[in-house]
């Protein structure tokens, strides 16, 4: 499961910033991952529930942030939510359009002790 690698990944970076910062606990890990970001929520909230068994984290809130993928038109500035890589314009049907958000795939805070 690609889930499984990313939760470890995330608890990796979590510990290492509580070493750096010489904590004791990692009360909070909030992150941000975007509806776009090709993870299956459920899947990594299961994952991270048995990754963090035996870690710093295994008490630590995780919050994980939803972002919702926003999508730019080029042509005439339209922003929409979009759920595809891909999308023309709702308003002016161009396909001249990008991502502005929702690829998101990172730890946002961390609170020691
Ligand atoms: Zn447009």
């Known amino acids: ?3 499984m ?3 470890m ?14 904590a004791d606990r990692i009360v909070e890990v909030e992150l941000e991952i975007g509806t776009l970001a090709g993870i299956e929520f459920e899947s990594l909230n ?3 529930e048995i990754s963090v068994k035996n870690t710093m984290l295994e008490k630590s809130a995780i919050h994980i942030n939803k972002i919702q ?4 038109c080029i042509d005439c500035g339209k922003r929409f939510k979009t759920e595809n890589l891909f999308n023309n314009c709702q308003k002016c049907k161009s ?19």
């Open 1 to 3: 499961m690609h889930e």
């Open 5 to 7: 690698s990313i939760a």
């Open 9 to 22: 990944n995330i608890i990796d970076i979590a510990i290492e910033q509580a070493k750096k910062e010489k």
């Open 46 to 48: 299961f994952a991270m």
């Open 69 to 72: 993928a926003i999508a730019e």
């Open 95 to 113: 396909y001249n359009t990008k991502l502005i958000k929702g690829k998101e795939l990172k730890v946002k805070s961390i609170v020691i002790d």
